[in-house]
């Protein structure tokens, strides 16, 4: 399934409101299976080892792009999609959009991106694509292309009655016509991508003109080989060409300047020690850090200490970690001097020092003390933010750790209800139920994990251990028996009519 990939972003100052699309593509994909197919692929993204499952990253991404939408609520399509915004761990500056509207960030973009109005410009562009369902509509160019090659092969058994190499240049021919028409069709989506991602970015309050510095900043980290395409053979429109027509279409906007929030930046830096957790990793990451302390002004700062916080967690140095957390909360409520602008303190970023500081008290399991504070500060965190998963996840992880299991089980089993996608709140309830020695339930809660996560396989073994258990009610058992019977018919609908065929049962003979 091709992925509508993007770099950046560019567009008119005046569009219309946004076409809505044909019914051809709603029979070569419709908006349910648009969306069955995306979380498909993200219970593989899940499964992978650099999906970035950090909750203050998903959070602010989330927040973020979710806003950008709501500025624009027709940026959801006929469909009415609901948006997922994640990020992954890649070197290269991009992102791209999968079936149904999650949308993903390459950490690199992520660290790439100087301005908060920079990122909005390549989520804008992503969300453009997913309104405009330029998923669907390939597939609709694929099948009518998917003629063309065969058009060319029985002109090729035709030709080749004349000998020589005249049917491999028929067919050759051919198969580059269909070529050449995908590559169209992709240069077009993202011209098309642009023009709503430049409106939604406007409507959402974003300078625009951020975007060519943006632009020119991946021209520079894609030297090597963009530019030395042809632009005929690129499905994306030559960078060179895209800044100078961002140019153009912003010339006569007028000025707009947005400030950064906190977050932004907190993010970034979490982002930077996530991306590579090694040793070399670390250390390379502290020097940066370090240099970035330098900087004038209190957000660059700010940044740097929790980046230094987070690289002191990550080596298990708690007590320095909390100290560089201190530090990097100090100096953002500090008032700014007499005579300078300064950015509101209070509460900005206040989420993340909340949840980094009960980070660092969590990752120290073995001191009773700190976690029974862990508990009290998760409890009024909870009140405050009761809308954070990540925050509910470090409550419900605070009630196993302070040894309230049955309170920990009742609240857990009330999240799994109120957030059926959420597999780390029934990992959680898995762990409440392993530490009361409650074998059945335990193994039913990793079995749902598992169903979340894609491992359905995984998911039936869960359940065949549960089954077992010597504490398995005729409840449970109920349970077991008809949960085991939805995942078979998916694993059944998953493999296709070859797998239904497999099953039956060999004729008498």
């Known amino acids: 399934m091709p992925l509508a990939m993007a770099q950046d972003v560019l567009a008119p100052a005046k569009i219309p409101n946004l076409p809505a ?20 692929i993200m219970r593989d993204i899940r499964r992978n080892n650099d999906f970035l499952d950090d909750a ?9 792009g979710n806003a950008l939408v709501a500025a624009r609520p027709d940026a959801r399509g006929e469909a009415n999609f609901d948006y997922y915004f994640f990020a992954v761990r890649d070197p290269q500056l991009n992102a791209f959009a999968l079936p149904g509207g999650f949308i993903a960030v390459h950490s690199a973009l992520l660290l790439a991106a100087q301005t908060e109005s920079e990122l909005a410009s390549v989520l804008g562009h992503e969300i453009g694509h ?16 998917a003629l063309i090659p065969l058009a060319a092969m029985i002109l090729a058994v035709l030709a080749s009655k004349a000998g020589g190499d005249a049917a491999i240049g028929v067919f050759s021919a051919g198969q580059g016509l269909a070529i050449q028409r995908q590559l169209n069709f ?29 632009f020119q900043r991946m021209q520079i980290a894609t030297r090597n080989y963009s530019d030395r395409v042809p632009a005929y053979l690129q499905s994306h429109p030559l960078t060179t060409e895209r800044i100078a027509d961002i140019q153009a279409r912003i010339r006569d906007q007028p000025y707009r300047q947005r400030l950064d929030s906190l977050d932004f930046h907190l993010v970034r830096a979490r982002a930077r020690v996530l991306q590579d957790p090694s040793t070399q990793g670390l250390a390379e990451t ?10 004038p002004g209190r957000q660059q700062v700010a940044a740097a200490q929790y980046g230094l916080a987070m690289v002191a967690l990550k080596r298990e140095n708690y007590a320095l970690a909390q100290e560089w957390l201190d530090k990097s909360h100090a100096t953002i409520r500090k008032p700014p001097a007499a005579g300078t602008f300064g950015v509101a303190a209070a509460p900005e970023g206040e989420i993340i020092y909340v949840s980094t500081a009960l980070e660092i008290k969590l990752a120290q399991p073995d001191k009773a003390a700190l976690q029974q504070q862990a508990l009290a500060d998760a409890e009024a965190a909870h009140l405050v933010y009761p809308l954070s998963r990540g925050i509910a996840h470090q409550y419900g992880e605070a009630m196993i750790a302070a040894g309230q299991l049955e309170r920990a089980a009742v609240y857990l089993r009330d999240q799994v209800q109120l957030y059926r996608d959420d597999p780390n709140a029934y990992d959680l309830l898995a762990q409440a139920y392993a530490k009361q020695g409650k074998q059945a339930l335990q193994h039913i809660a990793l079995a749902e994990s598992y169903v979340l996560q894609g491992g359905v396989l995984s998911a039936l ?15 449970d058992q109920a349970v077991i028996d008809a949960r085991e019977r939805e995942l078979q018919a998916r694993r059944r609908e998953e493999m296709g009519d070859k797998f239904k065929k497999d099953l039956q049962p060999a004729p008498a003979r």
């Open 56 to 64: 203050p990253i998903l959070e602010y991404l989330n927040n973020f």
């Open 286 to 295: 502290q020097t940066f850090f370090e240099l970035q302390l330098q900087q």
């Open 461 to 475: 073994d869960q359940l065949s251990y549960a089954r077992k258990a010597p504490d398995a009610t005729f409840y």
């Open 130 to 145: 997913v309104a405009q369902r330029h998923i669907a509509r390939s597939i609709g160019q694929q099948k009518q292309d």
């Open 21 to 40: 699309l044909g019914d051809t593509e709603r029979q070569d994909l419709s908006p349910l299976m648009e969306r069955r197919l995306g979380e498909e």
């Open 186 to 214: 992709g240069r077009d989506a993202e011209r098309e991508a642009d023009r709503i991602g430049f409106q939604i970015m406007g409507a959402a309050g974003y300078d625009t003109s951020g975007m060519v510095a943006f």
